[in-house]
């Protein structure tokens, strides 16, 4: 049996993860690993892309402006060969121009599956408009089958609500969790957390 279990409420905090780019293009992230409830000892890795808009260049697309984005993932193993390659193109919008000039995170997250291991990954943002790029390094700690009844990797949220939108990038088993790659939270306010834990209660 899955239990999902979503908001972990706490006395807020401020915690500020602060990761270095390469290139004129600025961007943050994060990462969680979900096991694939199947057996095979497989995981769901998911990367979450914060891009500022005042980073972007945005052109009017039938009346809304518009942004578009590459997004590149490679993944090397401990031997440094390559086990993943891929680029995403993305568009997003805002409804202002003063929307397009705040530092109002635009949230993108890639989702793939892989083996158990120890990973390195390269990360690259273009804005396809400027050409401007911003590329990062990403460690991802050795993923092990660490068995049953316990809590996988957790997923700091900006907020979790209930949803039947099965389109969304964003969408887990009945709700919409939206990733806060900044991980900065200030107080007072509550934290969403989203985990899962497999065979609970077998």
Same mark, same amino acid.
């Given at each position: 049996?899955?239990?999902?279990?979503?908001?972990?409420?706490?006395?807020?905090?401020?915690?500020?993860?602060?990761?270095a780019?390469?290139?004129?293009?600025?961007?943050? /992230?994060?990462?969680?690993?979900?096991p694939?409830p199947?057996?095979?000892?497989?995981?769901?890795?998911?990367?979450?892309?914060?891009?500022?808009?005042?980073?972007?260049?945005?052109?009017?697309?039938?009346?809304?402006?518009?942004?578009?984005?590459?997004?590149?993932?490679?993944?090397?193993?401990?031997?440094?060969n390559?086990v993943?390659?891929d680029?995403?193109?993305?568009?997003?919008?805002v409804?202002?121009?003063?929307?397009?000039e705040?530092?109002?995170?635009?949230?993108?997250?890639?989702?793939?599956?892989i083996?158990?291991? /120890? /990973?390195?990954?390269?990360?690259?943002?273009?804005?396809?408009? +400027?050409?401007?790029?911003?590329? +990062?390094?990403?460690?991802?700690?050795?993923?092990?089958?660490?068995g049953?009844?316990?809590?996988?990797?957790?997923?700091?949220?900006?907020?979790? /609500?209930?949803?039947?939108d099965?389109? +969304?990038?964003?969408?887990?088993?009945?709700?919409?969790?939206?990733?806060? %790659?900044?991980?900065?939270?200030?107080? %007072?306010?509550?934290?969403?957390?989203?985990?899962?834990?497999?065979?609970?209660?077998?």
């Open positions: 049996m899955r239990w999902i279990i979503l908001i972990f409420s706490l006395i807020a905090f401020s915690h500020i993860v602060v990761m780019q390469e290139g004129g293009l600025g961007f943050i /992230y994060d990462y969680s690993v979900f694939v199947d057996g095979s000892g497989d995981c769901y890795l998911e990367i979450y892309f914060g891009i500022p808009c005042n980073q972007l260049t945005f052109e009017t697309v039938e009346g809304s402006l518009e942004a578009s984005l590459l997004i590149g993932v490679r993944l090397l193993d401990e031997d440094g390559v993943l390659e680029i995403e193109g993305v568009k997003k919008s409804s202002s121009l003063e929307e397009a705040s530092e109002r995170l635009i949230l993108e997250q890639l989702t793939y599956r083996e158990g291991g /120890y /990973y390195r990954g390269e990360l690259g943002v273009t804005d396809v408009l +400027s050409k401007t790029t911003g590329t +990062s390094i990403m460690e991802i700690e050795e993923i092990k089958d660490i049953d009844g316990i809590i996988y990797d957790l997923q700091l949220a900006s907020n979790i /609500y209930t949803s039947e099965e389109q +969304s990038i964003f969408f887990k088993n009945g709700f919409i969790v939206l990733p806060n %790659p900044s991980r900065i939270y200030r107080e %007072p306010v509550n934290i969403p957390l989203y985990f899962e834990v497999d065979h609970f209660g077998d």
